[in-house]
């Protein structure tokens, strides 16, 4: 809530989107006053902004804040909010629209959304107006039964419409400019596919560790936690058909199909073409089991069985305490033979950057001036902004809960990615759990190559 939640809500409070009658109340077992709630988010906005917010501003965007002490577990406290929600409703006189947002650990799902319902509180008070949605975030299921679990109950309890399930990587400002660079331009999206590309590689690393997740982190792992979202929704945005339109169901569609062309590794295959490390000193983090295999780094090779995309390698890289480096590297393919100097098959290459740079490189080739016929590597290069004018997680979360509001699901997960992701993930996961992968470790801040993991 403090790093992502309550700054988001504050751009969007300082960019004049919330809409003009507006409450966020707060719910939780912890037994706190109102007075108390509010100051726990005065805190977080005064450590956020390190108090350059004006007084005026600050008391103002503090008095949207309302709080309702309940048990997660008692329909008690569902209702008794039910009837605060009506009293706001007598008060502004309308039936209010109903965002509910569930920042708690996934074990709390189920018993949450069956309560939201039983109490009536997700009933919209007609077709046009009081609308309710919930909001879901990661991880969807811990593999690919639960996830369908997790998927049949909310369909019992609610509409498609009404989930919204947040990736945030959707919304950052790198991925959302893949489908505009591809579909808004004629450069490349003739050839884009197995004519013009020859390898596709994925990777988020991060420089940082665990931190204070261990409890969290172990057990659930690299794989699950970035790879079965985070990068298959990168490799789907770079190889998704053209959508007929922007529209959510027109985009979530070709998101979806692509994702199902994946190739399933049968269990030779991932003991070939997939990797997993620890960073050392993983097991000194608290809340980590000392015995712990949990990986925090993994590298896959695939591919797809799309036509477009046949015989195209894939990697797919993910792993902390590594050099800072999320990006897309997109090698084209060179013709054969090359009319290029004596011994040298060049190619070009797109770079996709999120992380520390966000923008896009091509690499191409041209003669260096003189009067021998040699070659120097060139870069158009676009840079979408300073890395000091981004706050992580923020804009991505204020972009969600604004789209939530206006109801376009275009940047969350439908049921079939979902299934799509976990169909792939589940028999890598479960070769690795039966150690049918050797887990090695690595250095923090170690650079990796592919000799370094067949080694």
Not at 387 to 399: G, H, I, M, P, S
């Amino acid at each position: 809530m403090g790093k992502k939640i309550v700054p988001a809500l504050l751009h969007l409070y300082k960019k004049g989107k919330f809409p003009k009658l507006f409450k966020i109340i707060g719910y939780s077992r912890r037994n706190l006053s109102e007075e108390q709630f509010v100051e726990f988010v005065r805190d977080i906005i005064v450590k956020f902004t390190k108090g350059t917010i004006t007084k005026e501003d600050l008391e103002k965007f503090l008095s949207y804040f309302l709080f309702h002490q309940g048990r997660f577990d008692d329909i008690s406290f569902y209702k008794s909010l039910a009837a605060r929600l009506g009293i706001i409703d007598g008060e502004w006189s309308v039936c209010s629209n109903k965002l509910f947002y569930l920042a708690v650990p996934p074990k709390y799902f189920k018993g949450i959304f069956e309560r939201l319902h039983d109490s009536g509180l997700t009933i919209p008070c007609g077709p046009d107006e009081g609308w309710t949605r919930v909001i879901v975030e990661k991880p969807f299921g811990h593999d690919l039964k639960t996830a369908e679990e997790l998927d049949m109950l909310l369909a019992k309890l609610f509409k498609e419409e009404q989930i919204y399930r947040i990736d945030h990587y959707l919304a950052k400002e790198m991925l959302q400019n893949i489908l505009t660079f591809r579909f808004a331009n004629n450069l490349f999206e003739e050839e884009w596919g197995n004519k013009l590309i020859e390898r596709i590689n994925i990777r988020t690393w991060e420089s940082i560790d665990v931190k204070d997740r261990g409890s969290f982190y172990d057990g659930l792992g690299a794989l699950r936690d970035v790879g079965q979202n985070h990068l298959l929704q990168m490799l789907a945005l770079v190889t998704m058909e053209r959508p007929e339109s922007f529209e959510a169901e027109s985009v979530r569609k070709k998101r979806a199909e692509v994702l199902n062309t994946l190739i399933p590794l049968e269990e030779e295959e991932i003991k070939q073409k997939t990797f997993r490390g620890q960073y050392q000193g993983y097991l000194e983090t608290e809340g980590v089991n000392k015995n712990s295999k949990t990986e925090t780094y993994f590298r896959i090779y695939c591919a797809l069985s799309h036509p477009n995309w046949k015989g195209v390698q894939i990697m797919l890289e993910a792993g902390k305490s590594l050099e800072l480096r999320k990006e897309i590297e997109i090698l084209l393919k060179h013709p054969t033979p090359c009319l290029c100097p004596q011994g040298l098959h060049l190619r070009n290459k797109m770079i996709i950057g999120l992380d520390p740079r966000e923008g896009i490189i091509i690499e191409f080739w041209t003669k260096k001036p003189g009067l021998e016929y040699k070659l120097v590597k060139r870069k158009f290069n676009f840079v979408l902004r300073r890395v000091t004018e981004r706050v992580q997680y923020v804009e991505e979360y204020e972009k969600l809960l604004l789209d939530c509001i206006s109801g376009n699901q275009v940047l969350f997960l439908s049921t079939p990615e979902i299934r799509a992701a976990w169909k792939f993930i589940d028999p890598i996961i479960r070769a690795w759990e039966e150690n049918k992968v050797e887990l090695f470790f690595y250095k923090p801040g170690k650079k990796f190559t592919l000799d370094d993991l067949l080694a």
